[in-house]
C-alpha cells in the first residue's frame, strides 16, 4: 500500500491506496502501463514478478470517466521502494491483515462515515477498498499459492 503525498487539487491527497496511474502515449499495452506507473511511483520493477491476472475494470464515483484496470502479481519477499514525490509512504500489508471497520475520513464531499478495511494506520476505503476485497478473494481462493 501506498500514502499519497498531501497535494492541492488531489482528491485522493494523503489517502492510502495501491500504485498506479494513467496510460500514456506510447505505451504498448496495459501491462507495460502498471509496470512503468508501479516503477516510476515505487522504483519496484513488477517484470520480474508472476502476473496472477487482471481484476475486472471499474470507475471511481468521483471521476466515473477514468477506468481503473488493476493487475495482480506476485512476488516472494518485501522489496524496499524508493518513493516518487507522488506519495510519501508505504507499507507491505499481509494479505489477513486487514479487518473491516467503519470509519470516519475525509472525503472531498467533506467528512463522513464509510466501509474501511484497516491495518494499522493504513485505511483504504472507496475503489481501493474494492480492489483489495477482490484481491483477498483471489487469495482465499488459492490463486496466490
Same mark, same amino acid.
Given at each position: 500500500?501506498?500514502? +499519497? !503525498?498531501?497535494? &492541492?487539487?488531489?482528491?485522493?491527497?494523503?489517502?492510502? !491506496?495501491?500504485?498506479?496511474?494513467?496510460?500514456?502515449?506510447?505505451?504498448?499495452?496495459?501491462? *507495460?502501463?502498471?509496470?512503468?506507473?508501479?516503477?516510476?511511483?515505487?522504483?519496484?520493477?513488477?517484470?520480474?514478478? &508472476?502476473?496472477?491476472?487482471?481484476?475486472?475494470? &471499474?470507475?471511481?464515483?468521483?471521476?466515473?470517466?477514468?477506468?481503473?484496470?488493476?493487475?495482480?502479481? *506476485?512476488?516472494?519477499?518485501?522489496?524496499?521502494?524508493?518513493?516518487?514525490?507522488?506519495?510519501?509512504? *508505504?507499507?507491505?500489508?499481509?494479505?489477513?491483515?486487514?479487518?473491516?471497520?467503519?470509519?470516519?475520513?475525509?472525503?472531498?464531499?467533506?467528512?463522513? &462515515?464509510?466501509? !474501511?478495511?484497516?491495518?494499522?494506520?493504513?485505511?483504504?476505503?472507496?475503489?481501493? +477498498?474494492?480492489?483489495?476485497?477482490?484481491?483477498?478473494?483471489?487469495?482465499?481462493?488459492?490463486?496466490?499459492?
Amino acid at each position: 500500500m501506498v500514502r +499519497r !503525498a498531501e497535494r &492541492r487539487g488531489d482528491p485522493w491527497s494523503g489517502n492510502w !491506496a495501491l500504485p498506479g496511474g494513467f496510460w500514456r502515449v506510447g505505451d504498448s499495452d496495459l501491462l *507495460y502501463t502498471a509496470r512503468r506507473e508501479v516503477l516510476e511511483e515505487t522504483g519496484i520493477d513488477l517484470s520480474s514478478m &508472476r502476473l496472477v491476472g487482471w481484476l475486472f475494470p &471499474r470507475s471511481s464515483s468521483l471521476i466515473p470517466r477514468i477506468r481503473v484496470h488493476p493487475i495482480v502479481v *506476485y512476488s516472494i519477499g518485501k522489496r524496499e521502494a524508493r518513493l516518487s514525490d507522488e506519495l510519501s509512504d *508505504y507499507r507491505w500489508v499481509p494479505l489477513q491483515g486487514f479487518r473491516e471497520e467503519e470509519r470516519s475520513v475525509e472525503t472531498w464531499e467533506g467528512r463522513r &462515515r464509510v466501509p !474501511a478495511l484497516v491495518w494499522e494506520e493504513v485505511v483504504v476505503w472507496g475503489l481501493t +477498498r474494492d480492489i483489495v476485497l477482490d484481491i483477498l478473494g483471489i487469495a482465499s481462493a488459492g490463486l496466490l499459492d
